[in-house]
């Protein structure tokens, strides 16, 4: 049950969590650091919360587009909650202004990647299925 729901959903709730107060660092927001690694170049190399939930995004991003190569019914409604979700993430980016960021727009450009990858995957798969009457 959990592979229909549309994993990009869960950075946009981590994001309106932060965003909104709910959880985390209220004076830093997604500019607070999680690590510090001292590079050998002897510049020190920073991730903040906002870099890791692109980081994890970008994860759930390979997760989607790995279940956009199922074809059949459940194909379907997966491609229909993945068009709600990059609905959500644009009406939210346009009229929130708590989500007029860089990273919300880095999320969202992920939704639509996962949501155009998934109709490509599944048009190029079903035009494999297709027999056109004896052209090979």
């Not at 107060?21 to 209220?26: E, R, S």
């Not at 059949?72 to 709600?84: E, P, Q, R, V, Y």
Request: charged residues 10%; contains cysteine.
């Amino acid at each position: 049950m959990i592979w229909k729901i549309p994993l990009l959903a869960l950075p946009l709730i981590i994001y309106n969590l932060v965003a909104f107060d709910i959880v985390g660092d209220k004076a830093n927001g997604w500019a607070s650091p999680v690590m510090s690694l001292d590079m050998a170049s002897g510049a020190v190399w920073t991730m903040s919360v906002g870099d890791l939930l692109v980081v994890f995004a970008l994860a759930l991003l390979f997760v989607e587009v790995l279940k956009s190569t199922k074809v059949g019914n459940a194909s379907i409604l997966d491609h229909m909650f993945s068009t709600f979700v990059f609905i959500i993430y644009l009406v939210e980016f346009l009229l929130v202004p708590a989500a007029a960021t860089s990273l919300f727009f880095t999320c969202m450009a992920m939704s639509l990647v996962d949501l155009v990858a998934g109709f490509s995957v599944s048009i190029r798969s079903a035009s494999r299925d297709v027999n056109f009457g004896g052209y090979q």
